[in-house]
């Protein structure tokens, strides 16, 4: 696996490291990461070999979310670029929440939006102790469309409800109590932590592993075509709206928007 935004490792038992590798960019989400994201996912799941993935990022923190670059781009383009922009998160999210291998969570610093989502499609979440977390997207007038069905199945309607609209950035304490996060641990504690949940996959079927977690995807809320299709017309909606324009102008012109 060779990658530009991804630093691929695996040990001898079968346990590969994934991780975002921009800490210059904060791991923000280009379209690159989210290209070769999915191609790690679609890899991993044709090797039987491999027992566990570790998803962490490089630097200060986990992911910032969405790449400015790309923020940039979507503002200038039409609404069918926006729309298939939207499908590659879409997509990548998408290629993580089915890879046959258990995915594990190593999150510290901070996590928004985007990387919330990512967060959401792994089967357990170990996080350090004062992360981060948080939907930013309404604070510039959007929404956190695709990563929504993902979200939403990991922590229930009701308590997604309770960050999901806000913008509000809660800590990891929150987020264990929201089903996102299973342990809060010092950052000298996570090594640790992080390989107790790897420890138990070296001692079952990984094939067995792969049938488990299709059939706890299948009988989990619907996430199929056609959710994710609204999901990218909910987001292109929003992004052509009057808030979306002032939110976003309002984000670059570094100012308070009209609704602050």
Same mark, same amino acid.
């Given at each position: 696996m060779g990658? !530009?935004?991804l630093d691929v490792t695996r040990d001898g038992r079968g346990v590969m490291s994934l991780q975002l590798d921009l800490p210059e960019k904060r791991n923000a989400l280009s379209a690159q990461m989210l290209a070769e994201l999915t191609q790690f996912?679609? !890899?991993?799941?044709?090797d039987t070999g491999v027992r566990a993935v570790v998803l962490s990022g490089k630097g200060d923190l986990?992911?910032?979310?969405?790449?400015?670059?790309?923020?940039m781009a979507q503002i200038k383009a039409d609404r069918q670029t926006r729309m298939r922009e939207a499908r590659k998160l879409a997509?990548?999210?998408?290629a993580l929440n089915t890879m046959r291998a258990p995915l594990i969570g190593k999150i510290h610093g901070s996590a928004f939006g985007g990387a919330?989502?990512?967060a959401s499609v792994c089967d357990v979440v170990i996080a350090v102790e004062g992360t981060k977390f948080g939907f930013t997207e309404t604070r510039l007038?959007?929404?956190p469309a695709t990563i929504g069905p993902y979200v939403l199945a990991r922590m229930g309607e009701g308590r997604a409800r309770q960050v999901f609209m806000s913008a509000r950035v809660f800590d990891a304490r929150e987020a264990q109590g929201l089903g996102l996060v299973k342990s809060v641990v010092s950052a000298d504690q996570i090594e640790a932590a992080v390989e107790a949940e790897v420890a138990p996959y070296l001692a079952v079927a990984p094939g067995a592993v792969g049938r488990a977690k299709a059939l706890a995807r299948m009988l989990g809320p619907r996430i199929d075509d056609a959710v994710i299709d609204a999901t990218i017309v909910a987001l292109a909606d929003a992004w052509e709206s009057e808030e979306a324009i002032e939110g976003i102008a309002a984000f670059l012109e570094k100012r308070k928007a009209s609704w602050a």
């Open positions: 990658f !530009e935004t996912a679609q !890899e991993v799941s044709a986990f992911c910032a979310g969405g790449d400015l670059t790309w923020m997509e990548m999210l998408g919330v989502g990512m007038g959007i929404i």
